[in-house]
């Protein structure tokens, strides 16, 4: 069974700081997926990542996945309370139907 | 413009009494998901359909069944709600299984179940 490590599970800051999520396994991805879910709301996919190495940004969003395809990360810069949500990573390939979700990181950005 | 919708948004129930809750999409995916989440943890697959295909995930309780009448709607039956069933229910779509590769998944906004 393919797992994905999520951390941190919680993180709360001030407007205008930076953060980092990372989403770590020991098993190799097709590909990665990044969502946000607002309160209220389902997920809505960010990002998705399917080369090793790759890089991708979104406004103050940044999202790179590890050369081997088991690890990535979120970057966040200059953080404001619109970006508060629940951050989740998702794998592909870890199972011939399904993703592999990790158990999500909440974001809270204090104005 | 909303792709997958999911009614009700809130729905409240007694303990024991049966409750349906639907989904319906305008992507014209073949796979439909349906997902238990609890206090912002990651969503919990329960089961799936392709097409008309039912695959049951094997720790989804037998209280819960669904059904897919069509390609445009799903709906999750909940037999018997318990007080741990009280949730948020998801439900997403995708054009074809994860395996396939780069297969996001649309999810509605999900129905907040409550068990009184």
């Known amino acids: 069974t393919q797992l994905l490590e999520q951390s941190p599970q919680f993180l709360s800051i001030q407007e205008g700081e930076n953060l980092t999520v990372y989403c770590n396994s020991s098993?190799?991805?097709?590909?990665l997926q990044w969502y946000r879910q607002e309160p209220g709301e389902g997920p809505v996919l960010l990002v998705t990542?399917?080369?090793?190495?790759e890089v991708k940004k979104l406004k103050r969003l940044t999202f790179q996945f590890g050369d081997a395809r088991k690890d990535s990360s979120l970057h966040i810069t200059a953080a404001q309370p619109g970006d508060t949500g629940l951050y989740l990573c998702a794998g592909e390939g870890g199972s011939n139907y399904k993703l592999t979700f990790g158990k999500g990181t909440l974001l809270t950005v204090n104005p | 413009d909303a792709m997958v919708i999911q009614n009700p948004r809130y729905q409240v129930t007694q303990f024991g009494k049966p409750v349906t809750l639907s989904c319906s999409q305008t992507l014209n995916h073949n796979v439909m998901y349906w997902y238990q989440q609890k206090s912002s943890q990651a969503p919990k697959l329960l089961f799936h359909y392709y097409d008309k295909d039912f695959n049951n995930e094997a720790d989804t309780p037998d209280n819960f069944q669904s059904r897919r009448p069509n390609t445009s709607f799903c709906f999750l039956d909940i037999r018997s709600p318990g007080l741990g069933d009280a949730a948020m229910y998801l439900c997403?779509?995708?054009?074809?299984?994860?395996?396939?590769?780069?297969?996001?998944?649309?999810f509605g906004d999900g129905t907040r179940l409550s068990i009184l």
């Open positions: 997403a779509t995708s054009r074809d299984f994860a395996g396939q590769g780069n297969q996001p998944q649309h």
């Open positions: 098993s190799v991805f097709s590909s």
């Open positions: 990542v399917v080369t090793g190495g």
